[in-house]
Each structure stands twice: as C-alpha cells, then as structure tokens.
C-alpha cells in the first residue's frame, strides 16, 4: 500500500507509471482508447502535489486495472505542459478515448479524489453485463456485421426491453438504424436517450456517426474533388470536401489523410475544420480500430510538434 508521505519520484507500478514528452503518445493517448487514464501534472517543488499524488495512486491502486495512472514532470515536460494549457500545479486530467474528458486543478479532498478516480473508472464500462444479455448483444453485433440490420436492431430492441438504459444495446440500435439508412429515426433515438446515458462513449459515437452520414448525403464526386485538390493543393475547402466525399465511399482512411494534410497546411483554417472534421471520424469509429489509432497518433504527432 502506498503511504501519503510517500514522494512522487518512487518507482510506479505497473498501473502507475511516469510519463514524458517520447512516451506521452503510447502511455496516455494510445492507452486511453481501451482504458481511462489519469494524468497527473506535478513538480518536485510543488507541495500540496506531495500530497494530492499519493491520494492518486492509492485511489487508482484499488481499481484493480479499470483505470491507470501517469505523472508528468512540468518542468521536465514543458512542451506537453504548454501544449494542454497547465496553468497551476497540481492539474489532474482524465483522458478517454485519446482526449482530456474530465479534470481538476488544486489540492482536493480525499473524498473528492476517490470519486474522480471510481468516475474516471467508469467510462471503460465499469460493471460487467448480465451474461445473457452480453451474449445477445454480442449476438446482435455480429448480425450488424453480416449485413442483416433489421434482425440486429430487433434483438438491439429486445435487450433494451430488459435493461432500457444499456449503453452498448442503445448504441447498437442506433448504428442498426443507420444501416438500414435510417438517419432520422437514428436521430430521434439520440434526442431520446435516457439521461443516464448522457456523455456516454456509445451516444457520443451515435451522434458523430449521424454527422457523417448527414455529410455523405451532400458529398461531391470524387474525381472531380480530386481533380480540384490536384489543380491547387492549397484549395483547403476542395480537400475538406474530398475528404467528405471519399469518407461518404466508405474509404476511411483516405478521408483521414486528406484531413490530417489540410491539418498541417493549415490548423486554424475554418476555425479548425479539418481537427473537427478528423474528431468526428474518430469519434464515430471504435477507438481500437487501426485507422483511428494510426491518425489519432499523427494528429497529436502534429500537434505536440
């Protein structure tokens, strides 16, 4: 067990690890797409971090794996620092998913810390489903995925008619609509979703999977859009609306790197379409998936450049 007079420079754990600006990308972005992360922004010479950076460990210590922990030397890492806009020390962000989604600044209760930590473990599921449902679920998504939507939005249904507030059945149904191209009943099935799944990962991805299926009914040619991005590769509203065009094709990943080279020609054009438009995409996808992986890891490449 960790004592709180422990000092923030021992040996961490296997869940508790200190991180810096090489190793920021797999440790906290990379991780937090399976597993929530804390991410504790100290200094040597900062007191009450003495304090709130033990709380921390022991807090994450007893979730037995739902949730890790990495600390990061300011003055050692003043790039990531600046980049997250620290201001004061101690800050304390939780990262989901690969982005800051949760956070506080200052000496905390004890109390306080243990319910930010047991919050932070619960975004990557917390309690286990019941295994009937889990099977049915699963069963579900595996129908979604042979191409028979409307036998998977029916046991989609079923499930929720015996949990009403089960994240991942909810999030299916929504997904089964949009195959079935759906978009308005998809819609109208995020407006109404309980209040317990609010800001949940699964009505999150629901509304940026409505986004972009909103956008590929507007799309524009491929060629054509191409063509145009070929005349002026400075075209930025051209390679947005090629990106919108070869996502609504269903290349993905093609969309994903017109997006990140509009990113790096130009980060604030459009009030930072092209980061929008690339979260969207994240968003919408399992974050596991090899195309959000590897664009998520060149964004923030770019953006800790």
């Keep these: 067990m960790i004592e709180l007079g422990q000092s923030q420079t021992d040996t961490p754990t296997d869940l508790i690890r200190d991180v810096d600006e090489r190793s920021f990308m797999v440790e906290v972005v990379e991780k937090s797409m399976t597993t929530p992360v804390i991410v504790d922004f100290w200094a040597p010479w900062c007191g009450p971090c003495k304090t709130l950076g033990p709380q921390l460990e022991q807090a994450v210590t007893g979730h037995k794996g739902a949730v890790i922990m990495a600390k990061v030397d300011v003055d050692r890492n003043q790039q990531i620092a600046a ?10 962000y939780a990262f989901w998913q690969g982005k800051p989604v949760d956070g506080f600044q200052g000496a905390v209760s004890q109390n306080e ?29 595996e129908m979604l995925d042979a191409g028979e939507a409307v036998d998977a939005a029916q046991t989609f249904a079923a499930v929720l008619g015996e949990e009403p507030e089960n994240a991942v059945a909810y999030g299916g149904l929504i997904r089964a609509h949009l195959a079935l191209g759906e978009v308005d009943e998809a819609e109208t099935l995020v407006n109404d979703a309980p209040e317990a799944l609010e800001g949940t990962a699964e009505i999150d991805a629901a509304r940026a999977q409505i986004a972009l299926a909103r956008q590929s009914a507007n799309a524009g040619p491929v060629a054509d859009l191409t063509a145009a991005v070929e005349a002026d590769e400075n075209d930025h509203q051209a390679r947005l609306d090629l990106a919108a065009a070869l996502q609504a094709n269903g290349d993905t990943e093609a969309a994903v790197d017109q997006l990140l080279e509009l990113f790096r020609r130009d980060r604030e054009w459009n009030d930072g379409a092209a ?31």
Aim: zero cysteines; charged letters at 25%.
């Design 83 to 92: 980049q997250l806009q620290i201001q004061s020390i101690p800050t304390v």
């Design 275 to 305: 980061r929008a438009q690339l979260f969207t995409i994240f968003e919408a996808m399992k974050p596991t998936d090899p195309i959000v992986l590897k664009g998520r890891r060149k964004l923030s490449s770019m953006i800790f450049a």
């Design 113 to 141: 810390v243990a319910e930010f930590v047991k919050r932070t473990a619960a975004l990557g599921g917390g309690a286990e489903e019941d295994d009937g449902l889990a099977e049915a679920i699963a069963a579900a998504e």
